[in-house]
């Protein structure tokens, strides 16, 4: 049974009371708003698509980067990961900033003309920063450009389906504020949300300022602006931890994997290492070792050449050693630090040429040796010289400002020698620095190399035998995965050559069974080893080279009566050694030859960290800390700079492409503002919309005369709460919250705690429950009693 306000009043005590509508933010009969309906419908949809491009572009070139070791490769010249997603960050924000901007200052004017700009522009600066998170979470589970890329679009696009599933009106309202929480957790659904919230507040007239940012559009509303930004925030930590978390576990083709729980490990946090452990091995696919029990100690200021057949285990070697691929079991120390556990540390020190350029197609020769060098901490007069004197060495003067992508094979060699070399690193390797040179920049190459050896550690694979006799001061010989020997070239030719060949030029006359009686005379284990056309060869024992005068004497003097035109000797060559080797490769090493250290030198690379150390200073004056990261994060941002410069139709892609969306959507829309429908029905209000647990609510609040005492606004208040109980309907005290409900001289305007609000019809007030949302207000009276009760 429907009550009245003034029953109230009649039940408890003679009370004046007067009726009013609820304080409410506004209803008046309109027409239909079309115009705030398309815009919450395009404006998330045309700003969807807008940025399609630009996220399918940036999780191309993350993915991009990866697959082609660029990434590795800054990284292991020390480049710290998080200033590699932070340059990454910047630059990308940036970028989408100028459309953002555009956008705010767009909307601002055409459509939230009553909003505030500054919440316009804080939420899309968050959009943004969201979006941007977005992408790199995505990139992280691909190592295919193209794959990323189409995924990444059919992965954007479904982000913004959910919101189109719950657009209609009853489905939104029926949604709890958890379940659009959730949904907001997607960047284009979040958008759309907030989309409709600053429409509906449009279509109130008030729009969104920040004092109404915790407020709500309606009554029935339970979601705000201020739950959007705090899902935009919780989308953004969510996003990099993913990424985090999925870059470390699972790196991808290059890189060291850590493992499920690594979070949990102290050693993450406290940089704990693990001693002790000498072998380096990885497996491959099937029963396939790549490098099986490796075994070698790394010698300071010489040059070690690492030889072997094609799939040998050269280049795998090297790609553990950088932290490319982790070894499946085993470990290595470079400077007293692992390899599993410290490679972060050991890469500040590292020099690579790996064996396919790793340049960036958009930088300039100059340009990359000032990069890789700020990465290492060289900065100022010292870099500078240094960036000139290297691009001097590598005979590359006139391409100074030439873009690595003009270079021909041969240079770009050169310039991946130069970054492996710039910046003073300690441990060098090269990867078969010289294939695609020809001779002659090949010897440049080789005079560069001799240059650069004193006090560093550098470890060379080729094939060319030559190269590694005349650089090697050691020379590795690997086959099948496994060390076969290891030694100076000497030692070698020595442990594995034959002896001398002496090769005879012929005449007709020539009597070659006197020619071998000579020589076996002489040398008596000398045999034939070849007879073609006008040449003879014999093999010679190095065992008997105390013979060789007298033989060579002999032969000299006696040349027309042997019939001889000329003769020669040649010590073995390292091309034979590394055949023989390859021939007896089934031989366990033992039996085979290491020769630890010919020249004396016993500073491995096990035991080089003091000496690093203390040959920091030769090296030029290098950052440290702070300003080593805050300097690698300006070289990246200039790269990433430099990049989007020279990628012109990716700048306008980025920047223009969502603007024109977002225009041409509004212009639409604009153009379809007198399209509107007849009076919007009444709205149904219910009492329960103001419910707590099912229940309606009415505030109460009393003001009584001066001679009144507590006890009587107690009594007053139980005797009311016993009457509304009986219609289930629960009675609040609120005077702490409501001072004064004031019903002014303006018309229709009802002052509430310093808010107006506008209401139509007061006529309609003779039962509460009539309207269903009308109110009861009180004028306060200074010689009454005064009952103010609402809901």
């Given at each position: 049974m429907p009550f009245t306000c003034q029953d109230i009043g009649q039940q408890t005590r003679p009370i004046q009371v007067i009726r009013a509508v609820v304080p409410d933010a506004g209803y008046t009969k309109r027409k239909f708003d079309w115009v705030m309906l398309l815009i919450s419908i395009m404006m998330p949809l045309l700003v969807t698509l807008g940025l399609m491009y630009s996220?399918?572009?940036?999780?191309?070139?993350?993915?991009?980067?990866?697959?082609?070791?660029?990434?590795?490769?800054?990284?292991?010249?020390?480049?710290?990961?998080?200033i590699h997603w932070s340059a990454w960050f910047t630059k990308n924000l940036l970028f989408l900033l100028i459309t953002g901007i555009v956008m705010v200052i767009v909307l601002k004017v055409l459509v939230f003309t009553h909003s505030d700009g500054s919440v316009i522009f804080v939420f899309f600066l968050l959009y943004l920063i969201a979006t941007i998170l977005f992408c790199f979470c995505v990139s992280v589970f691909f190592s295919r450009p193209v794959l990323g890329m189409l995924f990444g679009a059919l992965i954007w696009i479904a982000t913004l389906v959910p919101y189109f599933v719950i657009f209609d009106d009853d489905k939104y309202r029926s949604l709890t504020r958890s379940q659009k929480a959730g949904a907001c957790l997607l960047p284009n659904t979040?958008?759309?949300?907030?989309?409709?919230?600053?429409?509906?507040?449009?279509?109130?007239?008030?729009?969104?300022s920040w004092k109404e940012v915790s407020g709500f559009p309606s009554p029935d509303e339970n979601f705000n602006m201020a739950w959007v930004f705090l899902m935009l925030l919780a989308q953004c930590a969510i996003y990099a931890t993913i990424t985090w978390y999925v870059e470390a576990v699972f790196p991808g083709e290059f890189g060291i994997p850590k493992p499920f729980y690594f979070p949990c490990l102290p050693s993450y946090w406290c940089g704990l290492s693990q001693e002790n452990v000498a072998t380096v091995k990885s497996g491959s696919t099937g029963s396939k070792v790549a490098v099986d029990e490796l075994s070698l100690n790394i010698f300071k200021g010489q040059i070690t050449a690492l030889l072997g057949h094609n799939g040998a285990g050269k280049t795998t070697t090297i790609s553990m050693l950088t932290g490319l691929f982790p070894p499946s079991s085993g470990s290595a120390h470079i400077?007293?630090?692992?390899?599993?556990t410290d490679m972060d540390?050991?890469?500040?020190?590292?020099?690579?040429?790996?064996?396919?350029?790793?340049?960036?197609?958009?930088?300039?020769?100059?340009?990359?040796?000032?990069?890789?060098?700020s990465l290492k901490g060289k900065f100022g007069h010292e870099a500078i010289r240094e960036v000139s004197e290297m691009i001097s060495d590598i005979q590359l003067t006139d391409k100074t400002n030439t873009l690595s992508s003009k270079l021909s094979g041969g240079m770009k060699r050169k310039l991946s020698c130069a970054i492996a070399l710039i910046g003073g690193p300690q441990i060098i390797f090269l990867d078969e620095p010289t294939s695609g040179m020809d001779p002659y920049a090949r010897r440049g190459t080789w005079d560069l190399l001799l240059k650069h050896k004193a006090g560093r550690t550098i470890i060379l694979t080729t094939h060319f035998m030559d190269e590694a006799d005349l650089l090697g001061d050691r020379i590795a010989i690997m086959a099948d995965g496994q060390l076969r020997c290891c030694g100076s070239s000497l030692f070698l030719k020595s442990r594995y050559g034959v002896g001398y060949h002496l090769t005879l030029v012929k005449k007709e006359s020539c009597d070659q069974g006197a020619i071998t009686s000579l020589v076996k005379h002489h040398v008596p284990t000398a045999e034939i080893i070849s007879s073609v056309g006008a040449e003879i060869q014999f093999v010679l024992s190095s065992e008997n080279a105390q013979n060789f005068e007298a033989l060579f004497s002999e032969l000299e003097n006696n040349l027309e009566e042997y019939g001889i035109t000329s003769f020669g000797v040649s010590v073995t060559t390292l091309e034979e050694v590394f055949m023989k080797v390859g021939e007896g490769s089934e031989k366990p090493l033992q039996d085979l030859a290491v020769d630890q250290d010919p020249a004396g030198h016993h500073d491995s690379a096990d035991n080089l960290i003091s000496r690093h150390e203390a040959n920091q200073g030769s090296i030029g004056e290098l950052k440290t800390g702070l300003n080593l990261r805050w300097q690698q994060y300006k070289a990246m941002f200039i790269k990433r700079f430099l990049n989007s410069r020279r990628e012109k139709k990716l700048v306008v892609t980025q920047i223009i492409l969502p603007l024109i969306m977002v225009l041409l959507g509004l212009l639409l829309i604009k153009a379809s503002e007198d399209r509107t429908r007849e009076n919007e029905p009444p709205r149904v209000l219910k009492l329960s919309n103001l419910s707590i647990a099912g229940k309606p609510n009415i505030g109460f609040y009393a003001d009584f005369r001066p001679n009144e005492t507590a006890s009587a606004k107690k009594s007053l208040f139980d005797e009311a709460e016993k009457l509304l109980k009986a219609v289930k309907v629960d009675l609040k005290d609120i005077a702490s919250d409501v001072k004064a409900i004031e019903i002014g001289n303006q018309g229709n305007n009802i002052s509430v705690k310093g808010k107006h609000f506008k209401y139509e019809d007061s006529n309609q007030t003779d039962v509460c429950c009539k309207y269903e949302f009308l109110i009861l207000n009180a004028k306060c009276q200074k010689d009454v009693s005064c009952l103010c009760c609402y809901y």
């Open positions: 996220s399918m572009t940036i999780i191309k070139e993350l993915v991009m980067e990866k697959q082609n070791r660029l990434k590795e490769s800054m990284k292991m010249m020390g480049l710290a990961n998080w979040c958008l759309g949300i907030a989309a409709k919230l600053f429409t509906q507040f449009e279509s109130l007239g008030v729009g969104i400077n007293g630090k692992s390899i599993i540390s050991i890469r500040e020190s590292l020099g690579l040429c790996p064996q396919h350029n790793v340049l960036f197609d958009r930088l300039t020769v100059k340009e990359h040796l000032e990069f890789f060098i």
